[in-house]
């Protein structure tokens, strides 16, 4: 299932990013000719707030997010996991509560019109709580994954495992000779 969603998100954010790039485009040269398309620019916005969702969760999933190890890069792996499962669950509870506080946004909203675009300003507020959702699938399913193969000690919940670990006085530059 994580690699069909990450397959979903990855086609998604491709796509939006795209028509992200065409919509842009097409509005800067039709402005240039004294044809602006007055719309474009509200909906650049609005799919470009989905795209932030949609790669903050891409990025949740690959463990891709930046993040200071130091004090707990020395840990054994065992209580490095059991931090950050305790992390994980005070992050999806704060998310959790985003996602129906935006919702409620997004009720309020409901009659409100997106700048000039003619579209419900939902479409805008809903992106937090489908984001917050999301979000919250990745972190649990690494989660999932990290305490599956807690014995092979590969996977932390938020941590790229498949970069060598550094000493305590490494510095991750390459040696000067």
Same mark, same amino acid.
């Given at each position: +299932?994580?690699?069909?969603?990450?397959?979903?998100?990855?086609?998604?954010?491709?796509?939006?990013?795209?028509?992200?790039?065409?919509? /842009?485009?097409?509005?800067?040269?039709?402005?240039?000719?004294?044809?602006?398309?007055?719309?474009?620019?509200?909906?650049?916005?609005?799919?470009?707030?989905?795209?932030?969702?949609?790669?903050?969760?891409?990025? +949740?999933?690959?463990?891709?997010?930046?993040?200071?190890?130091?004090?707990?890069?020395? +840990?054994?792996?065992?209580?490095?996991?059991?931090?950050?499962?305790?992390?994980?669950?005070?992050?999806?509870?704060?998310?959790?509560?985003?996602? /129906?506080?935006?919702?409620?946004?997004? +009720?309020?909203?409901?009659?409100?019109?997106?700048?000039?675009?003619?579209?419900?300003?939902?479409?805008?507020?809903?992106? /937090?709580?489908?984001?917050?959702?999301?979000?919250?699938?990745?972190?649990?399913?690494?989660?999932?994954?990290?305490?599956?193969?807690?014995?092979?000690?590969?996977?932390?919940?938020?941590?790229?495992?498949?970069?060598?670990?550094?000493?305590?006085?490494?510095?991750?530059?390459?040696?000067?000779?």
């Amino acid at each position: +299932m994580p690699g069909f969603l990450a397959r979903i998100e990855f086609v998604a954010g491709a796509i939006l990013l795209a028509v992200i790039t065409c919509l /842009v485009f097409i509005a800067a040269t039709m402005r240039f000719f004294g044809y602006p398309l007055i719309w474009s620019v509200d909906l650049a916005q609005l799919l470009f707030i989905w795209l932030c969702f949609i790669g903050a969760s891409r990025a +949740m999933r690959e463990r891709g997010h930046l993040g200071v190890d130091f004090l707990v890069r020395s +840990m054994p792996h065992r209580y490095r996991l059991t931090l950050e499962t305790a992390l994980a669950a005070i992050f999806v509870t704060f998310l959790m509560l985003l996602a /129906v506080e935006g919702y409620d946004l997004t +009720m309020m909203n409901r009659e409100r019109q997106f700048g000039d675009s003619g579209l419900s300003y939902a479409y805008v507020t809903i992106a /937090v709580p489908v984001g917050c959702i999301m979000l919250s699938i990745a972190i649990l399913g690494n989660l999932y994954q990290s305490w599956r193969h807690v014995r092979e000690e590969r996977y932390l919940v938020f941590v790229r495992k498949d970069q060598p670990e550094l000493s305590a006085g490494e510095t991750g530059e390459p040696e000067q000779i």
